[in-house]
């Protein structure tokens, strides 16, 4: 089993920047892929960013430019540096990990206000 658990989230003005944090804990060793998913109002849950344990890094098209994802495979810890947000960017996000299964957190609200 594997938890994951957010922070950084909040309010913030438009164009401001948020850094979100998740650690790992548990059975962190299988872990490859890290990353965040957002659940915006009325909307479905959809992928913001994602890396593996190598690098390798996948970007939703509303991510790329404004938001940066980086791991620290030594800490379990993906964050996800958030540049230039938009009130569209106001969601709850998650963290996810996977390995053989895989996981989420509790989730965590960004609100960007205009």
């Known amino acids: 089993q594997v938890q994951l658990v957010e922070s950084g989230g909040g309010w913030v003005q438009a164009g401001g920047s948020l850094r979100l944090t998740c650690l790992a804990s548990g059975r962190t060793v299988d872990i490859n892929n890290m990353g965040w998913y957002r659940r915006a109002p009325g909307k479905q849950r959809e992928l913001v960013a994602i890396?593996?344990?190598?690098?390798?890094?996948n970007y939703a098209d509303s991510a790329k430019g404004r938001f940066t994802i980086s791991r620290d495979n030594a800490k379990n810890t993906v964050y996800l540096q958030m540049d230039s947000l938009k009130p569209e960017d106001t969601a709850v996000y998650y963290c996810?990990?996977?390995?053989?299964?895989?996981?989420w957190g509790q989730g965590i609200q960004v609100t960007v206000s205009s």
């Open positions: 996810y990990a996977r390995s053989y299964d895989s996981w």
């Open positions: 890396m593996t344990r190598g690098g390798s890094s």
